[in-house]
Structures are given as C-alpha cells and as structure tokens.
C-alpha cells in the first residue's frame, strides 16, 4: 500500500476580489454563482480521496490494457445472433432472477492510499512521474455550476462552459492557460480530461456516493424534513441508440411485464396439417456489438455485448412507445424534495418491479427512515394487492393507489332501481347518466353508500330528471343506494378508493411529476449523449446531487 502525504497548507493572506465577482454576486437570477462560491468543499474530502485513488488505479489499468492489446488471445466461439439471445434471456422482462434496479459491479480496492484530511481546493495528492492531477473540488464544481444552470452535467458542455466563461471558470477554481506557458494543474481542463473525470466517477460509484451522503447530511442537518408520506413513479429518459426486433422461440413465453412488438403484416401462418398457427412474438432489444475496434469483429476474442445495456420501449398509452432508458424516483411531497433515483435494469420492466427493491435500497441508505414513513402513494401501476400485502408485510408500508381497472368490465346485472351500470372502478350511473357519489361504507351490514350528485346550483339533481318516478320516490333528497362489498372487491372498505379523503390524500402525489419536470427540464435533459446504464444512473446521481446542493447552499 502507498501512502500519498501532503505537506502543511498556509493560508493565503491576501484575497483578490473581481470585480465580475461583485457584479454576479448583485444578480439574483443567477444561481450558480452563489452556490459554487459557498460550496463546502470540506464535506467532500473523503470522495475526492476516493477519486485520486481511483484515478491511480484507471492509470495502471490503462497502461495494462495497452500492454495486452497486442497479445494473441483466442477466438470467441459465440456468433453475433447467438450473443443476441443469450442477452436477451438476461433481460428483466424475461429472466426472473434479473434485479429490477440497476446495480454496478463491485469496485475493487486501491493501490494507493489517499488522506483525506490533507486534500482542499488546489492541493491535489504529490506524483512521483507525470504531469499533476487537475483539482478534484474544482472540476466537481464545474460539473454542478452547469446543472445550476439548467444544463446537463456532460463534458462536453461543461467544457464549453469553461472555456466560453473566464468568470465561471475562475468562479470553479481555475485558471485560464497563457499563450506561451507550459502545463499548469490550474488552468482549465481540457475536453479529454473531463471525459476522464467523468468515467472515473461513474465507475467508482463516486456519483452515487456523493449524491446520498448529500442526502443524508440535509436530513441530518434539518434541511430536510422527515415525512411519513413518500411518493413514488417512475419516468423516462430518450435512449441515444437505435434498437433491434427480436423474434422470440415458440416455446418462450414473455411475461406479462415484456413490451413486445407484433409483426407488421396481418398474414396468418399455416402449419402442416392446416391449422392457424399462432403469430410470432417479438421483442424490442437493444444492437448487440463489440467495445473493440478490430476489423474483423465477428472472429475477433473480444465478448458480444448490448450496445446500450437497460434501453427498451416504454409504453405510456395506446401507440404511445418510447425507446428510452427508465428511472424509479421517490420523494417527500409537502416538501416536493427528490430522495432518490435510480436506474431500472430493463426500462421495458412495469413499473410495479421497482417498488420493493426501490423501498429496500431507501431504508438502507437512509436507515432512519424506517418506522418513520408510514405510507407510500402511487398510480395505478401498483393496484396489486398481492404488491401491497407484500410491501407491508416486509417494510410496515400502505401501499396506497388508484383503482386500475386492468380490463375489468361494467356491471350490468342485478342493479338497484334505477341504476343502468356500475362502472370498471366502482362507480354506480343512474339511467340518467349521472355517475352516483361515495358518501361511507356500512361496516355492520357490509355495504358501500351512494348518492346522487347536487347539480352547479346545489339541488340534486333527482328533482328535474325526467326518470324520477321510476327511481326517486322521495319527495326532497336525493337517490341512494348500497352495494355489497362483495360486488366491488377491489374497493377497501377501510379506505375506500371512491371517498374523499383517499383523494385528498391522492393529490399528494402530484409532487412527483413536477419533481420530474426538474429532474428532466430544469436540471438537464430528458434526451440523453451516453450509452448504457451506468451511465444513465450517473446522469441521475448528478441530478439528485445538484438539487440538494442547492437546496442547502444555493
């Protein structure tokens, strides 16, 4: 093990102050500026030690890769439409023992061992041979000053902003590079090492690492208010690749949670006896390729891969498809503050999937959670009941969501007088075609209650309707009626999906597509530049990061 030490830090005793400084200090829409000035560094010490040593270990790796890629290895054996299908059978949608949330590979340990105490903003770890690493705290910065900015944290753009902006730049930590000087760690970082400080940080896991121990610190702190209500959805991110239909055996079955595609044609097949066959399924599946740059690459000894790992088509509606890399969020909504987010391995997976597991990773990042939140809301994805007997036998959780009507059909026999149908979710319309409000549940005998809605001007409107006589035979009121609880089982007698205060408590739960808005629009893109999962978790742990950098210090 090497020890990387550094020598005692002075003090500057003189502080040069812009005058650009004071002016963006004066501007109040401008919120970068405030929040990279009173960054805390200090709390970042422990992940910019983590990131030297990590950046010690992507040297040696890619001097070993170099060295190795002139040897002679053997040919892979596996064709490219038979990696296709193994893939493919790897998928969430179609193998049960996939996680539903994405999950990196472990990290293995440093070479090097890095102080985190001897670490601040211009002292990097001393090298024995090359050129000294760019500053850690800086290029952090620089990445969290562009998503202030409504930008997404890529290099590219964050190199635009450096170069394009001396006063951000200055404003991070850097310096501008003379014309005719040599190599300074100050100056600003050039494309190829912000890419390199990018992956560095998404391989370690150092993203995610920083974005929940900011999480954990605004709970700690109090920045953050502990609330017994979460919300949790999910959303979508475009893919930045092309996909592939795949054809699926015969004897494979896909669940009911695979987004597949039906052939283009309407031709029904004929097997040898004449008989209809049963079309063919298939499914949308990312390209299979090769990392490699070998010119022949169906002989080369380099293994077939997805060429963006987690992409698939998310259904939103009727003909509504995406080809799209999916997230599951959970948040406070008095508060509407992001807690968490984190890629689903196969965006192609219902969303019901991330729930449990989402839930597990939340109580073990934030252990102090548990006991405290009480209730979960969501849409009507998560109108399961063997979903919600599970989520509150394992965590203490309601599980609480709309009625999905999943294809159920209205009822239309044995009616009380006057009733035409109860609708897919529960909801009684009279032969009039007004649909009947829930006014309580009769727990003695078992029944639900109904009655018929006031008109605009608060008059019922059973005192017009020209079907009176053979309905209402009240002479003030309104029509009523009961339902046995076995007619509408999926309605809970003891919150009923129909009563108000299960929709009061419902519009808690438009929190989350606002927060989704900010994660997608305010804080970046929903279109995404980098390929895979563990880039797009990346993309979302450096969201997550930025919102609760700001919320604090901003």
């Known amino acids: 093990m090497i020890t990387a030490e550094l020598p005692a830090f002075q003090i500057p005793l003189i502080h040069i102050v812009e005058s650009d400084d004071l002016h963006l200090e004066r501007q109040e829409d401008i919120l970068w500026f405030n929040l990279l000035r009173n960054f805390p560094w200090h709390l970042f010490r422990l992940t910019a030690a983590r990131y030297y040593e990590a950046l010690w270990q992507f040297n040696v790796c890619q001097a070993q890769a170099s060295r190795e890629r002139d040897a002679v290895l053997a040919v892979n054996p596996e064709t490219q439409p038979e990696a296709t299908m193994r893939l493919l059978f790897e998928r969430a949608t179609l193998c049960e023992d996939a996680p539903a949330l994405h999950e990196l590979p472990a990290s293995t340990s440093p070479q090097i061992h890095v102080n985190p105490n001897d670490l601040r903003p211009g002292r990097t770890p001393q090298r024995w041979a090359g050129m000294k690493p760019k500053c850690f ?9 562009v ?48 890419e390199q400080f990018d992956q560095i940080m998404t391989d370690s896991e150092l993203w995610s690492d920083a974005a929940i121990d900011q999480v954990a610190r605004n709970l700690k702190t109090g ?36 987004n597949t595609t039906q052939p283009a044609t309407k031709e029904v097949k004929q097997n040898e006896k004449g008989k209809k066959a049963k079309k063919a399924r298939k499914k949308s599946h990312p390209k299979t390729t090769k990392r490699c740059r070998c010119k022949d690459r169906q002989h080369c000894p380099h293994p077939w ?22 997230a599951s969020t959970l948040c406070f909504p008095r508060q509407q503050v992001l807690l968490d987010a ?38 009507g994805a998560a109108d399961d009941e063997t979903l919600k007997a599970a989520v509150q036998k394992q965590w203490g959780v309601q599980l609480v969501a709309p009625i999905n009507p ?17 609708t897919p979710t529960g909801t009684p319309v009279c032969q ?55 007619r509408l089982p999926w309605i809970d007698p003891e919150f009923p999906q129909l009563s108000r205060r299960f929709a009061k408590v419902m519009a808690k739960r438009t929190a989350i597509e606002r927060l989704h808005k900010l994660m997608k629009y305010d804080y970046g893109d929903e279109r995404l530049t980098k390929r895979g999962n563990a880039a797009f978790q990346a993309r979302l742990d450096k969201t997550l990061l930025a919102m609760h950098l700001v919320l604090a210090y901003g």
Not at 310 to 325: E, R
Request: hydrophobic share 35%; net charge neutral.
């Open 342 to 379: 984190v890629a689903m391995s196969d965006a192609a997976s219902h969303d019901s999937k991330s729930i449990l597991p989402h839930l597990g990773r939340l109580f073990t990042l934030h252990p102090d959670l548990r006991g405290i939140i009480q209730r979960l809301l969501d849409d």
């Open 305 to 326: 891969i997805n060429a963006d790992e987690g992409a698939g088509t998310v259904v939103k509606s009727t003909g509504k498809m995406y080809w799209a890399h999916k």
């Open 406 to 422: 999943r294809g159920r059909r209205p009822i239309g026999n044995d009616l009380p007088r006057g009733v035409d149908h109860i």
């Open 223 to 258: 920045c953050i208010q502990a609330e017994s209500t979460v919300v949790h959805d999910t959303t979508h991110y475009h893919a930045y690749s092309g996909m592939q239909v795949v054809e699926l055996p015969q004897t494979v079955e896909p669940s009911e949670n695979a």
């Open 432 to 486: 009039a075609g007004y649909p009947l409000d829930f006014l309580s549940c009769r727990h003695d005998t078992k029944h639900f209650l109904f009655r018929a809605p006031d008109d605009a001007q608060g008059v019922p409107v059973c005192q017009d309707c020209a079907l009176r006589d053979g309905c209402y035979r009240g002479h003030k009121g309104a029509r009523q009626i009961t339902v046995p609880f076995t």
């Open 147 to 194: 998503m202030a900015q409504g930008q997404p944290a890529e290099p590219e753009i964050v190199f635009a902003a450096l170069r394009d902006n001396p006063s951000y730049a200055r404003t991070c930590g850097f310096t501008l590079p003379a014309p005719d000087s040599h190599y300074r760690q100050s100056d600003v970082p050039s494309l190829r090492k912000l």
């Open 137 to 145: 705290f800086a290029m952090l910065k620089a990445f969290m000053g």
